[in-house]
């Protein structure tokens, strides 16, 4: 019998729920006050949304999808990411038709891709993401990105870099492709076998080599930046002075051109460099071609991130930013006589329905033991139903921080609680 969860998953135990809630409100509280509204999409997609939407260039695609076939013969596959699934509920729910206006979802969720378990990085992970789709301009790029900027400083994390670049759009492209293809033809036989079958396919992805060595091959490597088109560097502009006016430090990184194949214009990254070679916590970017690619229809422009929930709550424990959190009761009922515990059960629920946190013993044991498990339960009050008290139909209070007891009436318990 398996004992044990599957290589690369986790449980979230409930010690460690509390640190994640406190992410998510974080997260659902700055998305509201920009504008975005939640979307929940399915957990599993067919497959060929994920091979149109990031590429079949892309090492998610290739190697890292959990691809399966349905009793229905379909290719269904878990998503790897969230943007390819919010672009299609965009389309099939119509939203594109709104000419003009901007569509603003965010998402939190699990993940999916077989890929090697490393700190910060599961196979099942947790995202959360913000998509703004039918607005060209780059005030939408330089609000995503101060949005997600936002998100990590309230959190209280610091050191982080912004970096940013344009990768272009298919106007500028194919000269800075063939530039690149020129650059490392010499060096064609030293590349590791993944940039050899990039070498023709998608060029610029051999700037994005996490092999060392063929990171020291690309050094001098031809830049986008010198095939944009005027429209790609009047919009990279426009981004820089936003993020300028705002008071956003960047840096410009000509080799950041993030992993999927569906990005155009403006890429982005925010990295945490205590954590390591996986120092990204943020990555994003425009991707004005995918809606027009998973639907067939004109194209849309369209913005977005995706954001590692535990890679974020890594850092946070690094930097000790996560707060104590609140795990007392109100109230622990102690009932040493089983013949009582119908009353004490009863006050029980009283006092949970009228909002109170309550816990008692389910198996009669000593009164030493369920004094000792409400001090477990970080109990504020407990309410003792001895034989005696019953009998004056009333119960004793014990104030569990200052040791001081006192009598109350059976009928006046919750008026007690709620003086309190």
């Given amino acids: 019998m398996l004992t044990t969860a599957p290589r690369g998953t986790k449980d979230i135990m409930p010690s460690d729920v509390n640190a994640w809630r406190y992410l998510e409100e974080t997260v659902r509280r700055i998305c509201a006050q920009y504008g975005y509204k939640e979307i929940r999409t399915p957990v599993f997609e ?27 013969n379909r290719s269904i596959t878990l998503r790897p990411e969230n943007t390819a699934s919010a672009v299609r509920a965009y389309v099939e729910h119509k939203l594109s038709k709104e000419e003009g206006l901007a569509t603003k979802f965010y998402y939190i969720g699990s993940m999916f891709r077989y890929d090697r378990p490393q700190a910060g990085r599961l196979r099942e992970f947790h995202q959360f993401g913000v998509e703004a789709l039918g607005v060209p301009g780059p005030n939408v790029d330089a609000e995503i990105i101060l949005l997600a900027v936002q998100v990590l400083k309230e959190l209280g994390l610091k050191d982080l870099k912004l970096k940013i670049n344009s990768v272009g ?24 076998k993944d940039c050899q079958s990039r070498f023709e396919r998608n060029p610029l992805r051999l700037l ?7 990171q020291e091959l690309g050094v001098g490597a031809p830049s986008l930046e010198e095939c ?12 820089k002075e936003l993020l300028t006016a705002a008071g ?64 974020v709550l890594l850092a946070l424990e690094k930097q000790q930013l996560l707060p104590s959190f609140d795990e007392t009761i109100d109230a622990y009922i102690v009932c040493p006589k089983k013949e009582n515990f119908t009353l ?24 030493k033991a369920q004094m000792k498990q ?32 006192r009598e109350i009436a059976l009928n006046d318990i919750i008026n007690f609680f709620n003086s309190l």
């Avoid at 067919?46 to 190697?63: C, S």
């Fill in 46 to 72: 067919h497959t060929e949304l994920f091979q149109r939407g990031i590429g079949d260039t892309t090492d998610v695609v290739e190697k890292e999808m959990y691809t399966f076939t349905d009793r229905g």
């Fill in 169 to 192: 759009c298919p106007n500028c492209r194919p000269r800075h492709r063939e530039k690149l293809q020129e650059f490392f033809r010499p060096y064609f036989d030293e590349l590791c």
């Fill in 208 to 214: 994005d080599c996490k092999n060392p060595h063929c």
């Fill in 228 to 239: 944009l088109c005027d429209d790609c560097k009047a919009h990279f502009t426009g981004v």
């Fill in 248 to 311: 956003v430090a960047f840096e410009v990184d000509h080799n950041l051109v993030r992993g999927l194949d569906y990005y155009t214009k403006t890429a982005f990254e925010i990295q945490y460099a205590p954590l390591g070679a996986q120092s990204a916590v943020c990555g994003g970017g425009r991707y004005d071609g995918l809606v027009q690619e998973i639907s067939g229809d004109e194209a849309r422009p369209g913005i977005g991130f995706a954001m590692g929930m535990e890679r």
């Fill in 344 to 367: 004490a059960f009863k006050t029980a629920i009283e006092l949970r329905r009228a909002g109170f946190k309550v816990e008692y013993d389910f198996n009669g044991r000593s009164m």
């Fill in 374 to 405: 409400a001090n477990k339960f970080q109990a504020q009050q407990v309410l003792i139903f001895g034989e005696d008290e019953i009998a004056r139909n009333a119960v004793t209070v014990r104030n569990m921080a200052t040791s001081e007891q």
